[in-house]
């Protein structure tokens, strides 16, 4: 089959004999339509190995046709669209038990030993997948992944109707996580994003303001919550400055989610005023059973509208072109989504 190879850091060649993956029992095999990439992937190519040893086939932000059930999967036809967490999981520890597969020991491993969908054909396990309506365009379906880290997100800060909000970062991730943040009732929304494309798309997905955070953000923020500060804040970001940030930003008693990976990987607590503020500082990581199928109702039904997200379209051969336009400005960029099929 087709694949898209990372093989070096910046290098990705089409090999069009790649081993084609063999299910596994419980294993669905899918025909990948579309996939989006992830920061998490241009991360690999700009400055990997990081995760994962090279050659790697990267992407996991995918929409599939079923093309094969194996004997012992009930609820999927050959046909079906089908989207989820690609990385296999144990199946059997506690935190698969309860939907949370990407909490799962195994998954470490299976991250660094499995392959991606920047290629024709995938197997995934069946627990992890979820059917996806026929009349749902494949395009958006491809939104559900990352739709569903927001949800998890979302889930994890208990945000309540009526409360105000600050996203930091208006990545994909961020700017979904607004989007959700209206839906779900925050009065007020402020999103701090460095790009002024990044900022318009926020302002599309229902942010109140979209600030650039080389001007004084601390202002207005305090403005739009009649001097207290978020009752949430999302830090998207992952950068050591939003993390900071996130600490001002947020009210007494507020809440301060991470739903990042950070580069420097140490960052600076406030201690006495996360302490004096009792904040609650809640870490946010991917997404679960759960996420995964109310993303799949939220994107399918457009209560969740991630087309205004959606910025650009290549096939899998200009997959290397992707990758360098979207490394040379990824500012300027929502989502980009790779033609697999
Ligand atoms: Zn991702
Ligand atoms: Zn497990």
Same mark, same amino acid.
């Given at each position: 089959?087709?694949?898209?190879?990372?093989?070096?850091?910046?290098?990705?060649?089409?090999?069009?004999?790649?081993?084609?993956?063999?299910?596994?029992?419980?294993?669905?095999?899918?025909?990948?339509?579309?996939?989006?990439?992830?920061?998490?992937?241009?991360?690999?190519?700009?400055?990997?190995?990081?995760?994962?040893?090279?050659?790697?086939?990267?992407?996991?932000?995918?929409?599939?046709?079923?093309?094969?059930?194996?004997?012992?999967?009930?609820?999927?036809?050959?046909?079906?669209?089908?989207?989820?967490?690609?990385?296999?999981?144990?199946?059997?520890?506690?935190?698969?038990?309860?939907?949370?597969?990407?909490?799962?020991?195994?998954?470490?491993?299976?991250?660094?030993?499995?392959?991606?969908?920047?290629?024709?054909?995938?197997?995934?396990?069946?627990?992890?997948?979820?059917?996806?309506?026929?009349?749902?365009?494949?395009?958006?379906?491809?939104?559900?992944?990352?739709?569903?880290?927001?949800?998890?997100?979302?889930?994890?800060?208990?945000?309540?109707?009526?409360?105000?909000?600050?996203? %930091?970062?208006?990545?994909?991730?961020?700017?979904?996580?607004? /989007? #959700? +943040? $209206? *839906?779900? @009732? &925050?009065?007020? %929304?402020?999103?701090?994003?460095?790009?002024?494309?990044?900022? /318009? #798309? +926020? $302002? *599309?997905? @229902? &942010?109140?303001?979209?600030?650039?955070?080389?001007?004084?953000?601390?202002?207005?923020?305090?403005?739009?919550?009649?001097?207290?500060?978020?009752?949430?804040?999302?830090?998207?970001?992952?950068?050591?400055?939003?993390?900071?940030?996130?600490?001002?930003?947020?009210?007494?008693?507020?809440?301060?989610?991470?739903?990042?990976?950070?580069?420097?990987?140490?960052?600076?607590?406030?201690?006495?005023?996360?302490?004096?503020?009792?904040?609650?500082?809640?870490?946010?990581?991917?997404?679960?059973?759960?996420?995964?199928?109310?993303?799949?109702?939220?994107?399918?039904?457009?209560?969740?509208?991630?087309?205004?997200?959606?910025?650009?379209?290549?096939?899998?051969?200009?997959?290397?072109?992707?990758?360098?336009?979207?490394?040379?400005?990824?500012?300027?960029?929502?989502?980009?989504?790779?033609?697999?099929?």
């Amino acid at each position: 089959m087709r694949a898209a190879v990372l093989k070096a850091r910046g290098r990705i060649e089409i090999d069009r004999e790649y081993p084609e993956p063999r299910p596994n029992p419980g294993d669905l095999r899918l025909r990948v339509r579309v996939t989006g990439i992830c920061g998490s992937d241009l991360h690999e190519f700009v400055a990997g190995p990081l995760l994962t040893p090279m050659p790697v086939v990267l992407g996991h932000e995918f929409c599939g046709d079923v093309v094969e059930v194996g004997p012992d999967v009930r609820g999927f036809e050959q046909g079906d669209h089908a989207v989820g967490l690609i990385y296999p999981s144990c199946g059997r520890c506690e935190f698969c038990r309860h939907g949370d597969f990407t909490s799962c020991d195994m998954l470490e491993l299976a991250v660094a030993e499995h392959n991606g969908s920047f290629a024709e054909y995938i197997s995934v396990p069946a627990r992890q997948l979820f059917l996806v309506p026929a009349a749902t365009p494949i395009d958006e379906a491809a939104l559900i992944e990352p739709s569903s880290v927001a949800c998890h997100s979302i889930r994890r800060s208990r945000l309540e109707i009526g409360e105000r909000v600050v996203v %930091i970062g208006a990545g994909p991730i961020g700017l979904l996580i607004t /989007a #959700l +943040a $209206r *839906a779900a @009732g &925050a009065s007020r %929304i402020a999103v701090v994003e460095p790009a002024d494309h990044r900022r /318009a #798309l +926020a $302002r *599309a997905m @229902g &942010a109140d303001v979209a600030l650039d955070p080389a001007e004084e953000i601390e202002g207005p923020i305090m403005e739009l919550t009649d001097a207290r500060g978020a009752d949430v804040v999302f830090e998207t970001s992952g950068s050591a400055a939003g993390f900071d940030a996130a600490q001002r930003l947020v009210r007494k008693h507020g809440r301060l989610v991470m739903v990042a990976l950070y580069e420097g990987r140490q960052l600076r607590l406030e201690a006495n005023i996360a302490v004096l503020k009792e904040l609650d500082i809640i870490a946010s990581f991917w997404a679960n059973d759960v996420d995964f199928r109310r993303a799949v109702e939220l994107v399918s039904s457009r209560k969740l509208d991630v087309r205004p997200l959606i910025s650009a379209h290549y096939g899998l051969e200009d997959i290397q072109k992707a990758f360098e336009v979207l490394a040379a400005d990824r500012g300027s960029y929502g989502k980009v989504l790779v033609n697999c099929g």
